[in-house]
């Protein structure tokens, strides 16, 4: 299954692994289709594919974070 999300990063994960470590854990794998990274925000969107169980557990994992996950409807190139 594949789903289309972003990912809003608070500044204290910017520098962090976050994606890497969820996609790790949880058998999914991100297609970062837009990415923008300040000094105090890190944006992000991408397609995430995987078992439906484990991309609601590593959206999860994103979520108790900090990091502020949104659907995304549509094309996501913009």
């Given at each position: 299954?594949?789903?289309?999300?972003?990912?809003?990063?608070?500044?204290?994960?910017?520098?962090?692994?976050?994606?890497?470590?969820?996609?790790?854990?949880?058998?999914?794998?991100?297609?970062?289709?837009?990415?923008?990274?300040?000094?105090?925000?890190?944006?992000?969107?991408?397609?995430?594919?995987?078992?439906?169980?484990?991309?609601?557990?590593?959206?999860?994992?994103?979520?108790?974070?900090?990091?502020?996950?949104?659907?995304v409807e549509g094309d996501?190139?913009?």
């Amino acid at each position: 299954m594949k789903r289309r999300v972003k990912l809003t990063f608070p500044q204290h994960l910017i520098k962090e692994p976050v994606l890497f470590t969820m996609a790790k854990k949880f058998d999914v794998m991100p297609n970062i289709r837009r990415a923008r990274v300040t000094e105090t925000v890190g944006e992000m969107v991408l397609e995430l594919e995987g078992e439906e169980e484990n991309l609601e557990k590593g959206l999860q994992s994103l979520r108790d974070q900090g990091v502020e996950v949104e659907t995304v409807e549509g094309d996501i190139i913009e």
